[in-house]
């Protein structure tokens, strides 16, 4: 499994755009990148996921370069209500353990008006 | 789709009595995850099934914890006796066969006073 490197916090106004970056250095070729989201008093909720290049779907897009060693997870024009913990995570596609889920301690987004 | 459904949603309880957390994977998954979260350890993972079975259960803390699932709509998570620190949100997950993702529980909120 992929140790992942995110921020600890980010601040943004309504309306921006937020970019949340990760690190995962020793990512395997099996290794795939996924993203969730975590409300207070919620569970997490998948968000995205991604091998390489681009992904995107109705709620962020995923940008990962050819080396793979970073990802970066983009929310166009954030609203209150997306201020939440956002993980990176990298779990193996193969093998013992695969697509096993270990979290860090994520990116706590705060979304100010 | 009802989701996965955990119950109870709270349990407070007394120092050395059981407890027992229920989950209802959604129809088709295939892996069940318990998980447990506090504000020092974050996400950890306890143990998971594939197909029923448990897969790895290294992440299950202490003999007091066991989990079953004899079924493919039901696991239980269950703590004998119950201490102080096992004061946590406990969450359950269910994944689909394409790997698209978990799906988490609301979260059962475990007090033991």
């Known amino acids: 499994l992929a140790k992942t490197t995110q921020p600890i916090s980010m601040d943004s106004y309504e309306g921006q755009e937020v970019n949340i970056t990760c690190s995962h250095n020793?990512?395997?070729?099996?290794?795939?990148i996924t993203w969730y989201q975590q409300f207070p008093s919620q569970g997490p909720r998948f968000i995205i996921q991604?091998?390489?290049t681009k992904v995107t779907n109705e709620v962020a897009s995923l940008f990962i370069p050819a080396d793979r060693k970073s990802s970066t997870l983009s929310l166009p024009r954030v609203s209150l209500s997306d201020t939440a913990v956002y993980y990176c995570l990298a779990p193996s596609g193969s093998g013992a353990g695969s697509y096993q889920l270990t979290f860090g301690k994520g990116t706590k987004l705060s979304v100010i008006p | 789709d009802a989701g996965v459904i955990q119950s109870p949603r709270h349990e407070v309880t007394e120092m050395g009595q059981e407890v027992t957390l229920r989950c209802k994977p959604i129809?088709?998954?295939?892996?069940l995850f318990w998980y447990r979260q506090t504000m020092m350890r974050g996400l950890e993972l306890l143990i998971y099934?594939?197909?029923?079975?448990?897969?790895?259960d290294s992440g299950m803390p202490e003999d007091r914890f066991s989990a079953k699932m004899p079924n493919a709509s039901f696991s239980t998570l269950k703590i004998q006796p119950s201490e102080p620190r096992d004061s946590a949100v406990y969450f359950c997950a269910s994944r689909r066969p394409d790997n698209y993702g978990y799906t988490f529980g609301s979260g059962t909120r475990l007090t033991v006073v």
């Open positions: 020793n990512i395997a070729t099996n290794d795939y």
């Open positions: 099934f594939n197909n029923n079975v448990p897969i790895d």
């Open positions: 991604g091998y390489k």
């Open positions: 129809s088709g998954h295939d892996y």
